[in-house]
DNA sequence: AATACGGGGTG
DNA sequence: CACCCAGTATT
């Protein structure tokens, strides 16, 4: 029998060609109950599913959904992203998180239209040449845009996949992870284009399995009395769906202390910068703010602005306070009004400000990107100046 | 292998 | 508050 040459002991009952057969047809049944509507499975071109899935990167989907209909809106192609205006991008990116995923599109885009003659690359290599194209969006991109027999692993399906196979071992581990992902190949259906439809093909596997991980088989609390699939999982069998999939490295939080200042200019405009290449938000615009290690304290942060600026700067006290987390870091930001009085020397006329460092309106910053943070602080104090 | 990278949703 | 989310790139 077929099934006696078992890819991989690991793979518990799921070894069994029928019954991975079985399990196919369930999950691809339910799907086609139960999928939801996204707007990106209407016309799944590659450049939508790619959009969509770089979106979707550490994204919850309800969040990605709106973004997505004003992107596609703005930039329905690659040409047009490829000769999009980088902070126009970056003010449609605001409040998605992970900037750089935006600048790597916009990269792509231009490699395509250069390289590949503005036409989305179809060979599974070339598209993981594309900056911010790993393995799993790969996958995605090709398997969901063209039915293409390619397998995907993340959260959701890492999830899914663990539970079904009942695997004990800590998901994060190397090792582990090549098991799941050849589970996910092996469950792929056969790749006969002129047989198997989008419907029932890799594009719909793909998509039901990380679909079931999203509405049934969730972190907590799995819904297993309604999984399509319960009969062939594991862990359900052994009652371990709650404890599947094992963690071992555990997200250590770290408390930290951060200082920006508030400080206008004779027109009231505000002093901002974009932040430069190689640091958190770059690319962004935000009012002057420092951290450990330039700034260990509130004296610290007041010298450090003061040779960033040139001259002296005096710090007010706080004036607001704002908590904020980024990654793994939960921010406490101190916000303290300034003056900046400058070094005569340094201002032969006019008032040219140091290199990076500019005055904005509040309109003028409505155009711009900025972090969520930097956002708020700025409609903070303008509500307040009204 | 470990870390950086955002911000919001959820129990 | 801790964990999670259609991960990737870098060290």
């Known amino acids: 029998m077929e099934a006696s040459k078992v890819q991989r002991p690991e793979f518990q009952r799921l070894a069994d060609t029928r019954v991975r057969s079985r399990l196919r047809k369930q999950l691809l049944d339910w799907f086609t109950e139960s999928a939801r509507d996204l707007p990106w499975r209407r016309d799944p071109t590659p450049y939508k599913v790619w959009v969509s899935e770089i979106m979707c990167q550490q994204t919850q989907i309800a969040t990605v959904i709106p973004y997505f209909e004003r992107f596609i809106a703005k930039y329905p192609d690659e040409s047009a992203l490829a000769q999009s205006d980088e902070a126009e991008l970056m003010r449609l990116w605001e409040g998605l998180g992970y900037y750089r995923r935006a600048r790597s599109l916009r990269a792509a885009a231009q490699v395509i239209v250069e390289e590949h003659q503005g036409q989305f690359?179809?060979?599974?290599?070339?598209?993981?040449?594309?900056?911010?194209?790993?393995?799993?969006?790969?996958?995605?991109?090709?398997?969901?845009?063209?039915?293409?027999?390619?397998?995907?692993?993340?959260?959701?399906?890492?999830?899914?996949?663990?539970?079904?196979?009942?695997?004990?071992?800590?998901?994060?581990?190397?090792?582990?992870?090549?098991?799941?992902?050849?589970?996910?190949?092996?469950?792929?259906?056969?790749?006969?284009?002129?047989?198997?439809?989008?419907?029932?093909?890799?594009?719909?596997?793909?998509?039901?399995?990380?679909?079931?991980?999203?509405?049934?088989?969730?972190?907590?609390?799995?819904?297993?009395?309604?999984?399509?699939?319960?009969?062939?999982?594991?862990?359900?069998?052994?009652?371990?769906?709650?404890?599947?999939?094992?963690?071992?490295?555990?997200?250590?939080?770290?408390?930290?202390?951060?200082?920006?200042?508030?400080?206008?200019?004779?027109?009231?405009?505000?002093?901002?910068?974009?932040?430069?290449?190689?640091?958190?938000?770059?690319?962004?615009?935000?009012?002057?703010?420092?951290?450990?290690?330039?700034a260990n304290s509130v004296q610290h942060f007041e010298r450090w602005l003061s040779s960033e600026l040139g001259g002296h700067v005096r710090l007010g006290d706080v004036n607001h306070t704002m908590k904020h987390a980024v990654t793994k870091y939960r921010i406490t930001l101190q916000v303290h009004l300034a003056d900046w009085k400058p070094e005569q020397d340094s201002l032969p006329k006019g008032n040219p400000l140091p290199t990076g460092w500019k005055y904005c309106t509040a309109a003028q910053l409505s155009k711009l990107p900025m972090s969520t943070t930097g956002r708020r602080l700025l409609k903070r104090v303008t509500a307040r100046a009204d």
């Open 121 to 294: 690359p179809l060979a599974f290599d070339a598209v993981l040449a594309l900056p911010g194209i790993g393995r799993y969006t790969a996958g995605a991109i090709l398997s969901i845009s063209q039915n293409q027999r390619l397998p995907i692993l993340e959260g959701n399906t890492i999830r899914v996949f663990s539970r079904w196979i009942g695997m004990r071992d800590p998901v994060d581990e190397k090792a582990t992870q090549d098991v799941l992902w050849q589970l996910s190949e092996t469950m792929l259906p056969a790749t006969k284009p002129s047989q198997v439809s989008r419907e029932i093909g890799p594009a719909a596997f793909n998509q039901a399995a990380m679909e079931l991980g999203a509405l049934v088989c969730t972190p907590r609390q799995p819904k297993c009395l309604l999984c399509p699939v319960a009969k062939q999982c594991e862990a359900y069998r052994m009652g371990w769906q709650e404890e599947i999939p094992i963690k071992l490295g555990k997200t250590k939080y770290e408390s930290r202390t951060e200082y920006a200042a508030l400080l206008q200019d004779a027109s009231k405009r505000w002093l901002v910068r974009q932040l430069p290449e190689g640091v958190r938000f770059a690319g962004m615009w935000d009012f002057p703010k420092a951290g450990p290690p330039q």
